[in-house]
């Protein structure tokens, strides 16, 4: 059965690094997203990605964060330059469609920590 | 204030027990309603997703119900086994296109032999 896949699993850095997190979404999906869980605490919704523009973005998703699909298959998250708030675990989901119905298959997740 | 609050926060039942999680929401405008099960260190996976025109779906052994006049809904779980030891959240995505979801904080189960 098709999966999201992400990579690292763990990714160490320290304070000030910048960081890229990368995913693969399901081949015929059309729609990225990105959320993070920091440990403890609910899942936020940070972005959504379609056709590659950014969809829809919450508040956490600052200037310090950016999308990118920088080819056919992967999907990635940058963050400029980490705080120790960063700390989380940083999930990826993709959809076929577009719209309420369809279901997000999220992948295992990054744990990142910011030392 | 967008918020998904859920009870209990945690539950522990017997294998083969049936158990039923509750999810409030006053997140609005609604366009639908999700539960996902997250296993520890896991993705959520998706287990139901209900519009606002629905009020019962099954997926096997769980049923979510919704009722939107009181923005409630319930997930049941019928003849539990050890594997639905996980969280359970509920999920309110805000918008029409149904892109910008509000978790809840989950609730923790744990079955028992």
């Known amino acids: 059965e098709p999966e999201v896949t992400q990579t690292p699993s763990h990714q160490v850095t320290q304070m000030g690094q910048e960081v890229i997190l990368r995913c693969v979404p399901i081949?015929?999906?059309?729609?990225f997203y990105w959320y993070r869980q920091i440990l403890g605490q609910k899942v936020e919704f940070l972005v959504s990605?379609?056709?590659?523009?950014?969809?829809?973005k919450s508040e956490i998703f600052d200037d310090q964060f950016s999308v990118e699909r920088p080819d056919g298959s992967n999907f990635t998250l940058k963050i400029r330059s980490t705080k120790l708030e960063d700390s989380a675990m940083y999930f990826c989901?993709?959809?076929?469609?577009?719209?309420?119905?369809?279901?997000?298959?999220f992948g295992p997740g990054t744990r990142l920590t910011v030392t | 204030k967008n918020q998904v609050e859920q009870s209990p926060q945690s539950l522990i039942i017997l294998e083969g027990k049936n158990c039923t999680l509750q999810?409030?929401?006053?997140?609005?405008?609604?366009?639908?309603l999700r539960w996902y099960k997250q296993d520890t260190g896991r993705g959520p996976v998706s287990l139901t997703i209900?519009?606002?025109?629905?009020n019962t779906k099954s997926n096997g052994r769980y049923t979510a119900t919704l009722d939107a006049d009181t923005k409630q809904s319930s997930l049941h779980i019928t003849a539990s086994q050890l594997s639905d030891s996980a969280s359970y959240i509920c999920?309110?995505?805000?918008?029409?296109?149904?892109?910008?979801?509000?978790f809840g904080p989950g609730t923790r189960l744990s079955v028992l032999p």
């Open positions: 081949s015929n999906h059309l729609y």
């Open positions: 999810c409030n929401y006053t997140v609005s405008p609604f366009s639908n």
């Open positions: 209900m519009t606002f025109s629905e």
């Open positions: 990605f379609y056709n590659n523009e950014i969809s829809e």
């Open positions: 999920v309110v995505s805000r918008n029409n296109y149904g892109q910008n979801f509000v």
């Open positions: 989901a993709s959809s076929e469609r577009y719209g309420g119905n369809y279901e997000q298959y």
